[in-house]
């Protein structure tokens, strides 16, 4: 069966557009391993509700839940009822009518005969609900146990698609994919042995944002932007994604990753690739990733300046006048633990456009506010006429693509202020989603499930891009984890603080 391609169309600005339309989806089962957990309840769940609700969610569908947690499929749908009732935008009234979808089936994740198990009842479910033997199996599970339960699956001849009447088979994994280089293809390899890329989908929820797709569309579907998108009028570019928030409950996870496999491997590196990539060829999923996959393997490698990186730890302070605990103070972390909460990583591209050009990229815990931008410095004017009048270089222009908390794209440009001296000022010009899209709009994990349900893997990373990224920081993982120097080059911050000092002047520049 071919992929469903949905297309799109230019809206009219006057009218009410059909843009949240998806066409209709395959009818399918969505199997759920690790249902008992904080993704299912939290993300999963509301998401496929929201999509019922707004019909965007495929007719007729199961919603099979499955873990070791001894739940039935009645205290399964009361669990999941309390998680989408302690949101407080969801409408329950028409929850029962979702729940009659869903289903638990208990299992152990290394039992075979449960798995087979689990392909009886499958069998059982398409022919009572019609759902034609497509299945999307979401790994919601911890990573360590994702090569054991595709290998289940596969064994249990779950992971064949369009065989004797069957519909389509695909697997969808969380982030993190692997710890380093090494993991990351034994996953991939174990992966591969049952399933085909193609059934593969890796999840990086970030690029399900509007404002990150829309990076595309801002950079190719207008000609004024692309002449100037270089070395020749670019200083540097900003990218930050921050947040007030701690470790929370993770700290058994993030004891093991720290910033960098949680944020870097990802999100900044894929945010990176969008910002700096090369126009593909065609908006489709493996034109585009092309492009991104040859912008990895443009970046010189990190580890080759690592003095040139700021690792930090959060300290105890102050959020929103509250006094929070330092890292180590945490529960579940160890009282001398290195694990970075922060890092700047300055990145340089070695190709045409952007040699010379420093890309820095900044992610961190327990900071100042919760920001999510990209800056784009232009250079200064080459020549200043204004200067004798000024007395003062003119400021250069600035353009961000602001993410959260406003999904905003802002210009700022010089202009003369009124009055018979040449006095100059900043001005910005801003535009923000939310004053001219005012309807509802796909929340990160209802696009990334419609994405899978149509087999579209444009947002999703491919193997080569875990490859390259892995490639990229493993080195300099390996590098800050064991130097000699490890604790001194962790440099302590203030919770609520805009970072370690060495870095500041950089990260203030880009948030304000
Ligand atoms: P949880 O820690 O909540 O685990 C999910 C389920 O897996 C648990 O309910 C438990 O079910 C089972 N499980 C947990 N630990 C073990 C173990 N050691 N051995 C066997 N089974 C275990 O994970 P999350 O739901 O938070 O996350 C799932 C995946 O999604 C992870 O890979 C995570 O990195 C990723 N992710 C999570 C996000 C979130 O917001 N939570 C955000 C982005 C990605 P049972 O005991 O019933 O079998």
Known sequence: ?????????????????????????????????????????????????????????????????????????DTFRTFLQAACTSEPMLNMARWHEFADKVYYFPLNYDSLPDFLALAGQLNTLDQERGTKGNRLFDLALPPSLYASVATKIGEAGLARQFEKGRGWTRIVIEKPFGRDLDSALVLDQTLHQHFHEKQIFRIDHYLAKETVQNILTFRFANTIFEPIWNRGYIESVGIIAVEKLGVEHRSGYYEQAGVIRDMFQNHMLQLLSLIAMEPPSHFEAEPVRDEKIKLLRSIRPLHDRTEDIVLGQYGPGDIDGQEVPGYRQEPGVSPNSLIPTFAMLPVHIDNWRWQGVPFYLISG???????????????????????????????????????????????????????????????????KYDDFYTGPSPEAYEKVLIDCIQGDHMLFWRQDGIEQSWSLLTPLLNECETCQGRAQRLHSYTAGSWGPDTARSIVEGIVT
Request: proline share 6%; charged share 20%; with cysteine.
């Open 365 to 431: 815990k327990r900071m100042a506010r919760k920001e999510t931008r990209i800056v784009i410095q232009f250079k200064d004017v080459p020549h200043s006429l204004f200067r004798d009048i000024l007395g003062a270089k003119v400021i250069a222009n600035r353009l961000v693509l602001g993410i959260y908390p406003k999904e905003s794209i802002s210009l700022t440009f010089q202009t003369k202020n009124p009055g018979a001296r040449m006095c100059m000022r900043s001005m910005t010009m801003d535009f």
């Open 1 to 73: 069966m071919a992929e469903t391609v949905i297309k799109g169309k230019i809206c009219d600005p006057n009218n009410i557009c059909d843009c949240l339309t998806v066409g209709e989806l395959d009818p399918c089962a969505i199997v759920i391993f690790g249902a008992s957990g904080d993704l299912t309840a939290r993300k999963l769940i509301p998401a496929l509700y929201r999509m019922f609700l707004s019909a965007t969610l495929p007719d007729p569908v199961s919603i099979v839940g499955c873990a070791r947690t001894g739940y039935n499929h």
